[in-house]
Nanobody, 113 residues
Framework: QVHFVESGGGLVQPGGSLRLSCVAS????????MYWYRQSPGQERELVAM????????NNAASVKGRFHISRDDPKNAVSLKMNNLQPEDSAVYYC????WGQGQGTRVTVSS
């Protein structure tokens, strides 16, 4: 059975940074595309970044380009999302997923002074 466990969220001040991690089990993340989504209350889920199995990276949210960076940690069977210069509008629950394999429970990010 495939599981994804996100971690690394928390409270950070505007301009701060966080690194989210998604550890997969029952699944070899390096063989599949991995996505990071986010969802804030009352908002639709937003695709933030994609890492294809080829290694190609796409940042789908224009608002995060140049600030968020997705990467693999193959020895840990994990995918990370490094988020820099965080702003209040980045506050959301962040989820990792892989198409057809489900998603995790999410980790909450709150950006506030």
């Amino acid at each position: 059975q495939v599981h994804f466990v996100e971690s690394g969220g928390g409270l950070v001040q505007p301009g701060g940074s966080l690194r989210l991690s998604c550890v997969a089990s029952g699944f070899t993340s390096s063989r599949f595309a991995m996505y990071w989504y986010r969802q804030s209350p009352g908002q639709e889920r937003e695709l933030v970044a994609m890492l294809q199995y080829t290694g190609a990276i796409e940042n789908n949210a224009a608002s995060v380009k140049g600030r968020f960076h997705i990467s693999r940690d193959d020895p840990k069977n994990a995918v990370s999302l490094k988020m820099n210069n965080l702003q209040p509008e980045d506050s959301a629950v962040y989820y990792c997923s892989s198409p057809g394999w489900g998603q995790g429970q999410g980790t909450r990010v709150t950006v506030s002074s």
